[in-house]
């Protein structure tokens, strides 16, 4: 056992701290869509895509030449987004602009920077 472990030292179950806090727990399926939500957080390229989508509304090819990587890397990952819906898109001619779906987007990022960044 690590020494710096912390194991509750007492044997009795608080029962109605328990009961009180089961009824307020979110249901199974919506705690696992959340962790789902996080899982596409969790990736570096996603990451800067939301950034650059937070100041303007970018087409695959200005994404691809921000990032500097291949525009099939950058359609993979905006295919994930879109699943998770992070981003949204709109055709103009044969032109594909994408953008955060929602400001609800930008919370969360704003959000993690501020936990990030506390100290």
Same mark, same amino acid.
């Given at each position: ?19 009180? +806090? ?8 919506? +705690? ?36 500097? *990587? ?10 994930? +987004? ?12 044969? *032109? ?9 987007? *930008? ?13």
């Amino acid at each position: 056992m690590e020494k710096d472990s912390i194991i509750c030292g007492c044997n009795i179950i608080h029962e109605d701290v328990v009961n009180e +806090l089961r009824k307020k727990m979110p249901e199974e399926e919506k +705690l696992y869509d959340l962790a789902e939500l996080f899982k596409v957080f969790g990736d570096g390229t996603r990451i800067k895509i939301l950034c650059a989508l937070m100041h303007s509304e970018m087409c695959v090819c200005d994404i691809a030449a921000l990032l500097e *990587m291949k525009q099939s890397a950058i359609s993979h990952q905006l295919r994930v +987004l879109k699943q998770a819906r992070l981003v949204k898109y709109r055709k103009d001619g044969k *032109m594909v602009y994408y953008s955060l779906d929602d400001n609800h987007v *930008m919370n969360v990022f704003d959000q993690g920077f501020n936990h990030i960044n506390h100290k």
